[in-house]
């Protein structure tokens, strides 16, 4: 049974599908999860890529943190769940 990681998509992101192909490289199964979703259900672990699509024009995250997959994912690593982010994803 493979690793499912979930790679979050905001409007502007970039490098989403380099990380699902690194993923897959791996063996992992890569999914691509929407900002609108309100969950992160069936992964094993979330990868937020970079990008501007954060609003870091005003800060890191000031954008992002409006969308409801934030939520989940803040509760997905607090519950243990495994979770990285790449360059502005990580500030996120």
């Not at 954060?54 to 519950?79: K, N, V």
């Amino acid at each position: 049974m493979s690793t499912t990681v979930g790679v979050v998509v905001f409007p502007g992101t970039n490098c989403e599908m380099d990380a699902v192909a690194a993923v897959e490289r791996l063996g992992g199964d890569g999914r691509l999860l929407w900002h609108a979703n309100d969950h992160v259900a069936g992964v094993d672990a979330v990868i937020v890529p970079g990008g501007f699509a954060h609003g870091d024009y005003l800060r890191p995250g000031a954008i992002a943190r409006f969308s409801p997959i934030m939520g989940a994912i803040t509760q997905f690593i607090a519950d243990g769940g495994p979770g990285v982010g790449i360059c502005n994803g990580f500030q996120v």
